[in-house]
Each structure stands twice: as C-alpha cells, then as structure tokens.
C-alpha cells in the first residue's frame, strides 16, 4: 500500500512562507509523477503544483512566481516552497502521486493558514 505523509503546514503571517514535504513509502518513486493540491472551505479541490518524473513543473496561475515543487528522488520526497503567503492560500494541501495522469494515491493533507 502506497503512502504519502505530508508535513510542514501551520498558521503564517501574509508575506511569510512555508516549506511542506512528502514522504512517499514504497518502491519505484521516481518513475512517478507528483502533484500538490489544495482545497479551501467550500471549494473544489485544484491543482497546485506539479513536478513530472523527468523534472518538468507546472504551476496553477495564482501561485506562478510564488511557489517552487521540487523533488528528491533518493529520499522519496517532494517539496512544495511557498512564499509571499497570501490569505488566499489558506487550504488543507495535499501531495498526490499520479501515473499516466492518474492521481494513484493521496496523503491525507495538511492544514495551512495565511493570517494576521
């Protein structure tokens, strides 16, 4: 059974920034692609960032400039740097592990919140 263990979410001030990961169980971890999303009270969960197996990324507009996924392939780990926090990223995140553009697994997210 594939598992993802996220971490890194908390409360930040606007303008600060957080550091999420992770942490994939199981074999063949590179051969994936790995996603981020997010889900905000009331709203349908997105697609925040995205980094292929080959190390190609792809950002939602709104965090384009912002947000920076990366991977560790060794460690079975992906990244997602947020900064310039903004209130309108408050939302639960999750790290997905997708295949042939298949999500094949979720974490079970991580609470973040952008406040003053």
């Known amino acids: 059974q594939v598992q993802l263990v996220e971490s890194g979410g908390g409360l930040v001030q606007p303008g600060e920034s957080l550091r999420l990961s992770c942490v994939a169980s199981?074999?063949?971890?590179?051969?994936?692609?790995m996603g981020w999303y997010r889900q905000a009270p009331g709203k349908q969960r997105e697609l925040v960032a995205r980094?292929?197996?080959?190390?190609?990324?792809n950002y939602a507009d709104s965090v384009k400039g912002r947000f920076t996924v990366s991977r560790d392939n060794a460690k079975r780990t992906v990244y997602l740097q947020m900064n310039s926090l903004k209130s309108e990223d408050t939302a639960v995140y999750y790290c997905?592990?997708?295949?042939?553009?298949?999500?094949?697994?979720w974490g079970q997210g991580t609470q973040v919140t952008v406040s003053s």
């Open positions: 980094i292929t197996s080959g190390g190609r990324t």
């Open positions: 997905s592990k997708e295949r042939g553009g298949t999500v094949v697994s």
């Open positions: 199981g074999s063949f971890f590179s051969v994936y692609d």
